[in-house]
């Protein structure tokens, strides 16, 4: 079952059209800053608070609508073996295969499955503790 591999919600990927009022929005909530970079000239940054992290990310598809949450995402022990899983027990990958980011120092590996309602639910290697 996949829930064995599933160490808890990583984060909620939030794409915006607004990505400096949307990082400054989220530091009034109190969010700190984590990782930044750009990635196929679009901005993406990480930011925390007391446990929770949020990715905003540069996107003019689906950014600025009611409910425009792109998608959550659980953390897992082991990528590999969960991707199997996914597969095994008959998901809706969206993703073919484990895929990488260049994010943080080594990276990040994951996959994605359709959720029922049209939603998107990430499969994602552990972050960084210190995301700074």
Same mark, same amino acid.
């Given at each position: 079952?996949?829930?064995?591999? !599933? ?20 530091? *009034?909530?109190?969010? *700190? ?13 990480? @930011? ?32 590999? *073996? !969960? ?17 990488? @980011? ?21 499969? *994602? ?8």
């Amino acid at each position: 079952m996949l829930r064995n591999y !599933c160490t808890g919600l990583q984060h909620v990927g939030i794409p915006t059209c607004r990505f400096s009022e949307t990082l400054r929005f989220y530091q *009034a909530l109190g969010f *700190a800053r984590g990782f930044e970079t750009i990635l196929d000239r679009k901005k993406v940054c990480f @930011l925390s608070l007391a446990g929770v992290t949020v990715e905003i990310y540069e996107q003019d598809q689906t950014a600025g609508h009611p409910g425009a949450i792109d998608h959550i995402a659980l953390q897992v022990s082991d990528i590999q *073996a !969960c991707y199997a899983e996914a597969v095994a027990s008959g998901c809706n990958i969206l993703t073919e295969g484990v895929r990488f @980011l260049p994010y943080f120092e080594n990276g990040v590996h994951y996959f994605t499955i359709g959720g029922i309602n049209g939603e998107q639910i990430e499969f *994602a290697s552990p972050l960084p503790l210190n995301m700074a």
